[in-house]
């Protein structure tokens, strides 16, 4: 599958609809390439999900990948700080992926998919329409609950992207957070070790205390 962002339409046997939107049917989807305001189209697929449903979606660049690998390697005690200055620099991009952890699909889910072409798992940008019953290709662009959630993955992809690529971790910063959050936990680790030897410490002082 073709990732989001192109500069140009591609070969083949497309077929035209409204808004110089091109579609390409396949065995498992149906692509669509739409115009975008400057001059570049944005690919977005729909996709069977079972009789009565179907997935929108946009193809992502593995970059998205940095965001889970930096949590997930990170010390448990940073993962917190971690967190928190993701979700300042990048709101919409982590509140698409925690859509997607959870699986919530509306408005829409950063989230693993397998991919037809090559039976790969990559990111997508996708949302459900569901209670929807057989569409062909040809009606596609003519049914309003699915024009809406393509724009829907469009637009999101969109900001998405611009957001991931647009804005900077301030490092000085995060660095500050994971001293601290470090810190804290070590304090905390302290303070539950000598809460659970309280009573021991206490016995032995009376002991002490006893024996004189």
Request: hydrophobic content about 45%; overall charge negative; some cysteine.
């Amino acid at each position: 599958m073709r990732y989001f962002l192109q500069q140009r339409q591609s070969s083949g046997a497309y077929r035209s609809g409204a808004n110089g939107i091109r579609y390409l049917e396949t065995p498992s989807y149906t692509e669509f390439e739409v115009p975008l305001a400057d001059g570049s189209f944005g690919i977005v697929y729909l996709m069977p999900r079972d009789a009565k449903s179907f997935i929108a979606c946009a193809c992502m660049l593995d970059t998205f990948a940095y965001i889970v690998d930096a949590y997930v390697a990170a010390h448990p005690d940073s993962q917190p700080a971690i967190l928190q200055t993701f979700q300042e620099t990048w709101p919409s991009v982590m509140e698409l992926l925690s859509n997607g952890e959870n699986g919530f699909y509306s408005p829409a889910a950063l989230c693993v998919l397998e991919d037809p072409d090559d039976v790969v798992n990559r990111w997508f940008v996708a949302t459900i329409i569901g209670n929807v019953g057989h569409l062909p290709a040809t009606k596609v662009l003519g049914n309003e609950r699915v024009v809406e959630a393509m724009a829907r993955v469009v637009r999101l992809t969109e900001s998405a992207i611009n957001q991931f690529h647009g804005a900077q971790i301030d490092a000085e910063l995060l660095s500050r957070r994971i001293a601290q959050a470090r810190m804290l936990a070590n304090v905390r680790r302290a303070a539950k070790f000598v809460d659970s030897k309280f009573d021991s410490i206490i016995q032995l002082a009376d002991s002490v205390v006893k024996s004189q």
